[in-house]
């Protein structure tokens, strides 16, 4: 816990300093002396909180995984409403919608040839069944470039097996995009080359004997016809070793992953209503659904505990904030950010009033940034706010980078300004879809760093006068 | 690379201070200036050789997992000879024997109450099947103390849990041997109970979502009559808290384990014959056994490419050392030392002549101590030796330390001395039995300290005069 009191000392410094300006600070900010000793009183009942914690351990041992319109999803959205209504919000509701349901199922994969060795594999999502046993061989690609090129047809009978790189890991998760080519989009150039299926080489940072899962993007309308399997960073370079020794490799697959139909999901919203401008909303969140290989810790139990805890700390405070805080555990964003369209097509018309929206889906690290993407004569607000954060670590970022997070893209795409406090990545790509996300991955005042950042800058950001939305 | 870079300067900073003693260490050392020389140009050659890691990359690679008694350890041990004759040793041989073949088979468990959730676990070896699926409530035991104290016939019907904790990491692998208690013998008390079936927390330092297997210990020549499954330290946290919540637990248990009668086995044995006394024998080895879950990189491919290439190194001198130094790579370790008893069997009459034996079989991370058991007369030349190795990070231990390595049981129990060079064995356990032993696991410089370490100590004590055997 000396990190904790070494930022607690750098609190208390802070506000003896600012104790000596003679009011310059009241005279140029923003932001009121009264705020700021709110958000500061904050940041110190969120570093010493275990709330943010015990949200994230009672979701993840209490629902245990929940996979996007699973029935564990709606026991979690249950558990979303009491718990919402223990805390204290003003008003807690559900919003259901529909959604396609694809399941797992069994995997059986093998190595065969030059011998026989249980290989560590996972169905991607959206991928097709075999519908007997595979036993094929292997054609092997460098990287995704390479299957690209593949010509049609040239795949008959065969087993196409992308390598690629394990990912670099970074702070902020560079690498992801690039390196999950080969999941998104393998299936269209292996299928059209004729291959039986596909195994591509996981995308993460690890070197652990876990497949990472994930969705791989949709044709139009249209899904693999056929299985794809990721494998885990050793098991792909076991296979790139043999391959790289003139060995023929071949493999068995048997995958039961398919679509199951329509089914229900939902959006689980909790309020806390605004003292002033109760109809301004400041939307936070991360979502409730997780891939259902491990139990959804820091993908992304962390980032539903992190919001939700920071405004059960706001809800402590004498009054409401001037504007609503909306807390959105959303559903079945894994599967395609379902939750996230169907709350923006939900409150099409109301979007006008969220003046604010962020996300937490980047595990439970440190934060270390903030960056905003907001109307230019609210940057100065931002601006104060970091310094604010400072004491946590936590440097201002750029004023104009788009995002708030995955289940934010509809939202910023409608004009909504966002915020986003990123996270220290470099573990997340580590664990990200694999059977290892569980709560011990966990470090409690980690955790508690992120809720103190969320409770200070939420807080202030809602009970602000200023203009956060550019006029239209 | 600059650690190896500092481990060369040291060691040129050592010849530089012997060059100026002006002859004293020859007076009083067992070790001649010659053969110091020698030893240090060997400890050189091995630091910049990558023949150790080429071994455990053939051997992981072109043969994979090799269960004591499969198809996979019988390519191992043709493996094992065609490396042996393209190294030069001078003789090459398999020694067979017969064993008893326990097959992991297929398992399925999974939590069903208070809700269904896949868990990761393994049987454990010994372990007999389910004839069908078992379904059953769990009786929670915190550790294998309390396990022991059940009653008999309170289990009827139910599946034992054993939990405990998580082995803490250490250098030496302190804790192994308490741990493990819970996976040797806690299904003598299940079935006692008369459980259905047994789970116990893997015994591990990780905290992956690996089951750790391993042998079970027999009860004189029984074995379980019910199942006996290991699963993940992440799973047993899992278990721990829903039991600490009050949460009524039910399994969902099948498994395939199963013996299946008597197969062969082998050791494959690699002789540099000695120049002036042949008959004297200097063992080394590893086990060329693996786990099936992993590749066997630390366990025990690690030992066998360490020996294996220390001895090949010394093979590269012009003259053979006086004393025969014999690499054993020892079959079916981990079901029960039954390569090494063997061995002890067929060599029965000719202990007297086995001089030395030592086994490098505790991963591949870096030798912090060497440790002896030798006719006490022989201690200053195992000092000595020390001294050779201190460039390496290497200390002197005691030198009435028993044991020499697993495989070295039963020739250390028929008076063989022994020495023991120590590894660091911090992430020993986290990797240990889990399907996550892979090569990616061995750092290459620390794989060449080690064989450094062997290559000069093997050479030094072959190549002595002194008797390291007390007279009896």
Redesign the interface.
Known sequence: MSRLNTIARRLAFGALVSACSFGVFAETSPITDEQKKNAEALIQKALKSDLGYSIV?SL??????RLGGSE?EK?ARDWGVVVGERLGFDKVSVEEFTMPFWDRGHLHIS?TA????PL?GTALGGAAPSESEINADIVYFRDIHALTAVKDGALKGKIAFVDGDAMVKSQTGAGYGQANQRRRIGWQHAQRGGAEALVVRSVGSD????PHSGMMSSDGDNWADIPVVAIS??DA??LR??HN?GKPLSLSLHSESKWKGEVNSGNVILDLVGSEKPEEIILIGGHLDSWDL??GAVDDGAGVAITTAAAALIASLPERPKRTIRVVMFGAEEVGLLGAFAYAKQHEKNLKNHVLATESDFGAQTIWQLVSNVNPEATVLVDEIAKILSPLGIVRGGSDIAGGGPDIIPLAAKGVPTIRLNQNGRDYFDLHHT??D????IAPDELAQNIAAYAASIYLLADSDVDLKAKQ
Chains 1, 2 share one sequence.
Do not use: C, M, V
């Open positions: 351990e993840t041992t209490e629902i245990g995984p564990a026991r190595l030059p011998y026989a060795q560590y070197s652990h004997r876990f960073n050793p370079d076991h070793r043999l020794l491990g139990t059977p290892d569980t709560l011990d991955k």
